[in-house]
């Protein structure tokens, strides 16, 4: 074999590799370093951790699992119907569709942090909403969102803007989904008589599993890592797991706990992503000859 | 089973006229056939008819009901895609029982008449495939046989056997044609291939950007076409064409082409009489020009011309001339396989019964006028 | 008959876009009303009865701009091109080759960037904070960057090799027939035909950075970035120092977005799938 061969017989991999190490060590090391952070006190094996994350009063652990839960299991099945709606709402031809196309995913660029202060603006007594409320006759006092004691009203407020934020990408993954049906294959099922419903049932859906698997994968697992938009607004009076984390580290120096926390979003995540690879298979796609 | 009548139907995209102002008034029972050449508008007009474009202008009616604005499913309409259309997670069997499943038929019936449809197109060993496991052909029997397991009012195919084999193709055309005879629905064919038009239709509809040229029996669209353009895209090797001008002295019409004269029989004088002294065009096809010992005996009016053989195709069952008569090439088609020098003289005679007299302006024909009226954009 | 299918046909098309203008309004009203409180005196904004603020006043920006955001949007710039010079020297080589070759173990490799795609990046910095600190990189720029590369990177290759991809191999082999090498091949032909894409790459990874808020947290104290500014100093202070922040943070990004408008559905669909 000349060197020239050799030499491109190995230049992928060559060209793959500083990124692969760069990967691999950034990830695999915290890893690694935060099973030791939990586990360990002053070198020795400890449970220490577990113990105060489990027990202690200052703890809010498992109020940020339920919490957290609670907030995906609400926000994930809203945003999907919502991007499915829209999806199919720009499917159809009108007029000024790019324009609107635009403005509909323009939550794609916003910071969970950005987007927590808009919708404050919106929701805080002084804010758009109240004020709009008010203006109307409709209310007398305005609605308060925000404070320990309005804790369910904080949780709408979280619900609101994670629907508004980040259904865009839900929106733009079907969407994308939808365009590569190809508009030959939904006109025939109506040419054979097919009405919308059964359209959407025996065509769309099942040619769009894909893309929804893509798009709930996604969603769910950066579900699972809410903190800016729940920091925002509600601080710790409704607490996440990300949020947790973020407090232990940062406030009380617990990195110990801190890095559990993180392990414990590690291993939510790896768990929903198997579990969603499992369960949506497009068998045509799968199947070969 | 029903009559479709297409009033002054324009359709268009953005700045393009796909579909710029279409009369057709189709029989029940017919089949017809829109033939034109690629861009023309035929699928456009077929979508139209399908409901699955509104129409900008004009009315679709089915009998005497106006579905214009009707959508495609409430039109019982049935239709073979240009793209197939095949969906792609459903197995062929599937596929083709959709309508029926849609249309609420019997278990049994539907696994009936699938096995049909499979079986006249020859797919009946795929049925338990997906599509992406098909070659291009075979998913375009699978859109055939969708098309025909229900009875629709109206059976639309685009170009349903443009990716067959020869063979296959000459096969699947008698097979769609019997059966649109034996359950007689009103079938609209989409073909740019003119063979299958000729052989096929009831009634050919030649359209051309987005007009329809002419509509009449395939012989009278090959005998007696309308305008230049209907001349020119029917028939192989195409019409020759060349100017000419008109001289009517003393009842006698000459043909003034530059290369040479042609002495036209009396009959032409009531046409031609006020194109005295101007230009038209002149079309003559290449089986209606013989060379010496070539003319059949019943061929009567002949003019002869001579000209160098410039080019010969020999195609076994017919020989094409390229003849030069100075400035002009006369294509030339004798039926058998014949021998010619390039290089020498060929005397030929042009058939003056079949020679056809356009408008220099407007390209209509002068004979035949009265088949449709025509404008050409 | 006729009528009726007239009339549902038109009806159809109100409803589509009632829809649409909704849609809209849902996501663009939020955006607007920010703004606009971002800048509204504060008159304007306790008047219960001012819906729409009629006096403007940059006040709330350059009060915010004085309490440190002046300094946090430098950092944040700094950490942003940092991030895309080394995601970008690394991930390219990679993106192209993953386009360009075919070698063993392809399909499993890249799967594996795809995995490290979906894994949750914020987990990386609560561990990272006890090597930085090892390393002096605690509370530095540099070691947010670095812990910023690690997200940007798998989204680095995957869209770069599928804008190297849709570069035709004809192109890149035309040009070796004509006398240039692998790597001539790659500056003077493939390049300049993806440095398009390659922009908006580079403009979506900026964001992406620019956004990022728990890690950038965690790794520092002294030296915020912008949203780990805003999640700590802002958050103390009156509602509209906070219009102002977030005005702030998303001005850059709509801006940014805005130019790259034409990459956008198709790098998300790209970068999502
Ligand atoms: N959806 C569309 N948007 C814009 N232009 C279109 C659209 N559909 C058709 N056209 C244009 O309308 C004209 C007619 O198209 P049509 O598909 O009806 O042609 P056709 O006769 O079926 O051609 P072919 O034989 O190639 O299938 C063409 O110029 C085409 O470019
Ligand atoms: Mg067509």
Redesign the pocket.
């Given at each position: 074999m000349s060197k020239v061969s050799v030499m491109e017989k190995y230049l992928p991999y060559i060209l793959i590799a500083p990124s692969l190490a760069y990967l691999l060590f950034f990830i695999g090391y915290p890893l690694a370093q935060g099973l030791y952070l939990a586990f360990t006190e002053n070198g020795a094996f400890s449970l220490e951790n577990i113990e105060y994350l489990l027990n202690s009063p200052f703890s809010k652990f498992w109020e940020a699992l339920t919490d957290t839960f609670l907030l995906v299991l609400v926000i994930i099945p809203i945003q999907v119907a919502i991007a499915l709606g829209l999806a199919m709402l720009f499917n159809m031809k009108f007029w000024g569709r790019n324009t609107a196309l635009y403005l509909v995913i323009l939550p794609l660029t916003i910071s969970d942090v950005a987007a927590g202060l808009i919708w404050y603006s919106m929701l805080s007594t002084n804010g758009f909403f109240n004020k709009l409320l008010m203006n109307i006759g409709l209310i007398k006092e305005p609605i308060y969102f925000f404070g320990y004691e309005y804790r369910p009203m904080e949780f709408l407020a979280i619900v609101l803007t994670e629907v508004w934020r980040a259904t865009a990408i839900v929106f733009v993954i079907l969407f994308a989904g939808l365009q590569m049906i190809s508009q030959d294959h939904i006109e025939a099922a109506e040419v054979f008589g097919a009405n919308v419903w059964q359209r959407l049932r025996y065509i769309v859906f099942p040619m769009l599993k894909p893309s929804l698997q893509a798009a709930l994968i996604i969603r769910t697992l950066f579900a699972f890592q809410i903190f800016g938009v729940v920091w925002v607004l509600a601080g710790r009076d409704i607490p996440v797991l990300a949020g947790e984390a973020y407090y232990e580290q940062v406030q009380l120096r617990h990195t110990g706990v801190a890095a559990i926390y993180a392990l414990i979003i590690a291993a939510i995540s790896v768990t929903i992503g198997y579990i969603y690879i499992k369960l949506f298979r497009a068998q045509y796609l799968e199947e070969g000859g | 089973m029903v009559d479709v009548h297409l009033k002054g139907i324009v359709k268009r995209?953005?700045k393009?006229i796909?579909v710029n102002g279409i009369d057709l008034d189709i029989r029940d029972g017919e089949f017809i056939v829109l033939l034109?050449p690629?861009?023309?508008?035929?699928?456009?007009t077929l979508r139209v008819i399908a409901g699955l474009e509104k129409p900008d202008e004009g009315r679709v009616l089915f009998g005497d009901r106006d579905v214009t604005y009707l959508p495609p499913r409430e039109r019982n309409v049935s239709m073979v895609f240009?793209s197939y259309a095949i969906w792609p997670h459903m197995k062929v069997y599937d596929n083709i029982a959709f309508p029926l499943k849609i249309k609420k038929f019997p278990k049994e019936e539907i696994d009936k008449r699938v096995k049909w449809a499979a079986e006249l197109l020859q797919i009946s060993e795929l049925l338990d495939r997906y599509p992406h496991q098909l070659s291009g052909g075979q998913r375009q029997r699978v859109a055939v046989a969708r098309a025909i397991v229900v009875e629709p009012d109206v059976l639309l195919m685009d170009e349903p056997l443009s990716n067959l084999d020869a063979l296959l193709r000459v096969k699947m055309r008698s097979e769609l044609k019997k059966l649109q005879r034996r359950i007689k629905v009103t079938t609209i064919y989409v073909t740019?291939d003119q063979v299958e038009a000729m052989t096929m239709g009831d009634r050919i509809a030649v359209m051309n950007k987005g007009k329809i040229q002419q509509v009449g029996r395939p012989d009278e669209i090959y005998l007696k076409p309308a305008n230049v353009f209907v001349a020119g895209f029917v028939g192989t090797p195409q019409m020759n064409f060349f100017d000419a001008t008109v001289e009517i002295r003393d009842n006698e019409i000459i043909l003034d082409a530059s290369d040479f004269k042609v002495r036209l029989p009396r009959d032409y004088l009531p046409v031609l009489q006020e194109y005295n002294g101007k230009t038209v065009i002149v079309g003559i096809r290449p089986e209606h020009i013989y060379p010496e010992g070539h003319a059949p005996t019943t061929a009567k009016k002949l003019s002869w011309i001579e000209g160098t053989v410039d080019f010969v195709e020999a195609l076994g069952s017919d020989t094409i001339l390229h003849l030069n008569t100075g400035s002009m090439i006369l294509v030339v088609k004798i039926s058998g396989s014949h021998h010619y020098e390039i290089g020498s003289k060929v005397k030929v005679a042009l058939d003056l019964s079949n020679i056809h007299v356009f408008d220099k302006e407007s390209q209509v024909s002068l004979l035949y006028k009265r088949q449709r009226e025509v404008q050409l954009s | 008959m006729e009528e009726s299918s007239i009339v549902k046909y038109y009806l159809r098309k109100i409803i589509v876009a009632g829809l649409v203008i909704l849609a809209v309004l849902w996501v663009i009203t939020p955006f607007v009303i920010s703004i606009l409180y971002a800048f509204a005196s504060k008159t304007d904004y306790y008047s219960p009865n001012i819906l729409i603020p009629l006096h403007y006043t940059l006040e709330h920006i350059q009060k915010l701009l004085d309490l440190g955001a002046t300094r946090a949007i430098i950092n944040s710039v700094i950490v942003a091109v940092i991030t895309i010079i080394i995601s970008f020297a690394l991930g390219l080589p990679a993106g192209y080759a993953f386009a360009k070759f075919v070698f063993r173990g392809k399909d499993s490799l890249k799967l594996l960037i795809i995995g490290l795609r979906m894994f949750p990046i914020l987990v990386i910095a609560v561990p990272l904070v006890t090597l930085y600190i090892r390393l002096g990189l605690n509370d530095t720029l540099l070691g947010v960057a670095l812990a910023h590369t690690a997200m940007a990177l798998p989204f680095v290759i995957i869209i770069s090799s599928s804008i190297f991809a849709g570069v035709p191999k004809e192109l890149e082999e035309a040009a070796m027939i004509f006398g240039l090498d692998r790597k001539g091949a790659f500056f003077r032909i493939t390049m300049p035909l993806a440095l398009p894409g390659l922009t908006a790459a580079a403009i979506f990874t900026f964001i992406m950075s620019w956004n990022e808020v728990f890690i950038a947290s965690v790794l520092t104290l002294t030296n915020r970035t912008l949203p780990a500014f805003i999640l700590t100093s802002a958050m103390a202070a009156p509602d509209f120092i906070k219009f102002a922040a977030g005005f702030i943070m998303i001005f850059p990004a709509m801006v940014f977005v805005f130019i790259a408008r034409k990459y956008l559905i198709t790098m998300w669909g790209i970068t999502l799938k």
């Open positions: - | 995209f953005g393009t796909a034109g690629s861009g023309c508008g035929k699928t456009t240009q740019h | -």
